[in-house]
């Protein structure tokens, strides 16, 4: 099984519950040949960079799922024939990528963390010892200790 992610536009004639049935089709799509859904994301109304099918916006879906490498062949025939969908795009996403994301990921929950106890009153300290490097030069970048007669 591999990681995939599908970017797709739906038609922004539609109303909410016809967007809703192509965004339900294509997971049980998915599901129904062995594949599992990891993420859907409904963007939203969009206006497009150029217009397609003469449409100038649509309906963004981002879809991160699993299935085998002959299923995407199948979603893609999927997609080109489903007159609702204007454009689409399908990307395998490769170890490396999701290592990548993986660790970003933890950084950022991590910075969350840190700035979640600032701001409940612990760590003070270290916002002290930040202002006095600042003070003297050894924080910022072309900011000079400020000069006394006593360092001639």
């Known amino acids: ?3 995939y992610e599908a970017l797709y536009i739906i038609a922004p004639n539609l109303d909410d519950d ?7 089709g294509v997971e049980n799509l998915i599901t129904s040949n062995g594949g599992t859904i990891v993420r859907s994301e409904a963007w939203g109304r969009r206006k497009l960079a150029y217009e397609i099918k003469k449409h100038s916006e649509g309906f963004y ?3 991160r799922f699993t299935a085998g490498p002959e299923f ?5 025939n999927y997609f080109k024939l489903t007159e609702t969908v204007i454009r689409s795009m399908v990307l395998h996403l490769d170890e490396r990528t999701l290592r990548l994301e993986d660790e970003q990921q933890r950084r950022r929950e991590e910075e969350a963390r840190i700035a979640a106890t600032r701001v409940r009153g612990e760590g003070d300290d270290d916002d002290d010892d930040e202002d006095d490097e600042d003070d003297f030069g050894g924080g910022g970048r072309g900011r000079r200790r400020p000069r006394k007669d006593e360092d001639d």
């Open 1 to 3: 099984m591999r990681t």
């Open 18 to 24: 016809a967007i809703q049935a192509v965004v339900t």
């Open 72 to 76: 995407v062949k199948k979603l893609d």
């Open 61 to 63: 879906v981002l879809l």
